[in-house]
C-alpha cells in the first residue's frame, strides 16, 4: 500500500480525526487576520460516496411578484438584459426572512447571478451563514476535502503565493480563464449558491459570469432540437488527477451523465449544460463527432459576450447565483507579493436536483418582468 493510502486508510478509522490547516504564504498570528477562522483545513479519510435524493426547490413556493424583496428601500439594477441583477441597500442576507429567501432564490433562477453589495454577511459567523446556506438545501461537501475548521460544508477559496498559486488544470493556458458549473459531474447538481469575499487584491481577480440560458436560446430552433436528446458524460476524475495533495481527497471521484440542455424546475427554461472543465463526452456519437459539437457548444458558450458579465470584488459584495444555468470563471491576474497578497473568498453550496430535460417545458418566467425594478427604489 502506498504512503498516502496507509495515511488515508489509518486516519479513516479515528473517532476524532485531525482537521489540519492548509500549507500558505502569508503568516497568520492569533488575533491578527479577522477571517483567519475561514483559513482552509482538511480532514483527511475516506466518506462515502453521495447518492441522490430528491429535491424541492424553494423557488417554487416564492411570490412570483417578489414582493417581500421589492417591499424595502433596496434598488434593483439590470446589469445586462441577459443574466444579472445588481441591489445595493436596504437589504441585508443576514436579515432576510424565509420568504425573502425564497424569492431571492427565484431572482437568482430567473436572472442567473445576483450581486449584493455593502453586507454584513462575512462577519455573522459560521453558524449563521451555514443555516442560510440550508435553507436552499442539502449542502454539498467538496470531493477534495477542504473547508473552514469544524465546518465541512463551507468551503473557502483561498489564494496567495503557495496556496493555489497555480491551477494545474491550466497551468498550461495562455489566460486564467477555466470556464464551468461547480461539480456538475455530482448526480445531485448544484443550485442556489453563494459567494463571498472576505479578502481581496485591491485590483485583479474578479469573476467573470455567464448565462447558459441565453447561450441556448441564441443556437437556431433546428440545432436546439437537435441537442434536445442528447447526454454527456461528466467527468470528476481530471480535477481529482491534477490535485497535489490527494492523500485530501474524502471521496472517489465519479462519472455522471447528464442531459446537453437541462430544463430548471423553477422557472421552467432550458440551458445548455456542458462546460470545458467537466464534460467529456456525448452518448452514443463517435469520438470525433461528440468532440467537435461539444467544442463548438463551448466556443459558442464561452465567446457570446451579449450573455456575459465581470464582477469586481470589494469588501461587503456577496453574489448568489444559479448553478443551473451560469457558468463562472475566476481570473488569476492579480500580483502576487510573498507573504503579503491573498485572495480569500467563502462559498456556501446547496446541491438541486438531479439534471432532466423536460421537452414540454414552457418558462414560467422572461426577461423584461424585470425592467420595472431597473434604477428604481421601491
Known amino acids: 500500500m502506498a504512503t498516502t493510502q496507509t495515511i488515508t486508510a489509518a486516519l479513516a478509522t479515528q473517532t476524532n480525526p485531525v482537521q489540519s490547516a492548509a500549507e500558505t504564504s502569508v503568516e497568520y498570528r492569533e488575533g491578527e487576520y479577522k477571517y483567519a477562522a475561514y483559513l482552509p483545513h482538511y480532514t483527511l479519510g475516506r466518506q462515502l460516496p453521495l447518492e441522490e435524493f430528491e429535491h424541492h426547490d424553494v423557488g417554487l413556493r416564492a411570490d412570483r411578484d417578489k414582493k417581500a424583496l421589492l417591499d424595502s428601500d433596496a434598488t434593483f439594477h439590470e446589469i445586462t438584459p441577459a443574466i444579472g441583477t445588481e441591489i445595493r441597500g436596504g437589504l441585508q442576507l443576514s436579515a432576510l426572512t424565509p420568504a425573502q429567501l425564497d424569492e431571492m432564490a427565484l431572482l437568482a433562477a430567473e436572472r442567473g447571478v445576483v450581486v449584493f453589495h455593502d453586507q454584513d454577511f462575512a462577519d455573522i459567523g459560521p453558524d449563521r451563514q451555514l443555516a ?58 448544484v443550485g442556489t ?78 440551458s445548455l449544460y456542458v462546460n470545458r472543465l467537466y464534460t467529456r463526452k456525448i452518448q452514443g456519437l463517435k469520438e470525433e463527432e461528440s468532440a467537435t459539437i461539444l467544442n463548438f457548444l ?70 423584461t418582468g424585470e425592467s420595472k425594478w431597473k434604477d428604481t427604489v421601491v
Do not use: C
Request: net charge neutral.
Open 132 to 189: 442560510y446556506g440550508q435553507h436552499f438545501g442539502r449542502l454539498h461537501v467538496h470531493q477534495m476535502g477542504g473547508h473552514i475548521k469544524d465546518y465541512p460544508a463551507l468551503l473557502p477559496v483561498y489564494r496567495d503565493f503557495v496556496a493555489g498559486a497555480v491551477d494545474n488544470e491550466i497551468k498550461n493556458n495562455i489566460s486564467s480563464i477555466k470556464w464551468h458549473s461547480d461539480m456538475s459531474y455530482e448526480i445531485n447538481g
Open 298 to 367: 463551448y466556443n459558442h458558450i464561452e465567446h457570446g459576450q451579449d450573455w456575459h458579465i465581470r464582477v469586481h470584488w470589494t469588501p461587503g459584495t456577496v453574489i448568489v447565483y444559479d448553478n443551473r444555468n451560469t457558468q463562472h470563471s475566476a481570473l488569476r491576474d492579480f500580483a502576487v507579493q510573498e507573504g503579503v497578497t491573498r485572495r480569500h473568498m467563502l462559498r456556501i453550496t446547496p446541491q438541486a436536483e438531479r439534471p432532466y430535460f423536460d421537452a414540454g417545458a414552457k418558462a414560467k418566467n422572461n426577461k
Open 193 to 270: 449558491t453563494t459567494f463571498l469575499a472576505l479578502d481581496v487584491p485591491l485590483s485583479g481577480g474578479d469573476t467573470l459570469y455567464l448565462s447558459t440560458t441565453a447561450a441556448y436560446e441564441a443556437l437556431s430552433p433546428g440545432f436546439r432540437e437537435f441537442l434536445h436528446d442528447k447526454y454527456a458524460t461528466h467527468s470528476g476524475f481530471t480535477q481529482a488527477s491534477v490535485h497535489e495533495h490527494r492523500e485530501r481527497y474524502i471521496r472517489e471521484p465519479i462519472e455522471t451523465v447528464h442531459p446537453i440542455v437541462r430544463t430548471h424546475p423553477v422557472t421552467g427554461a432550458k
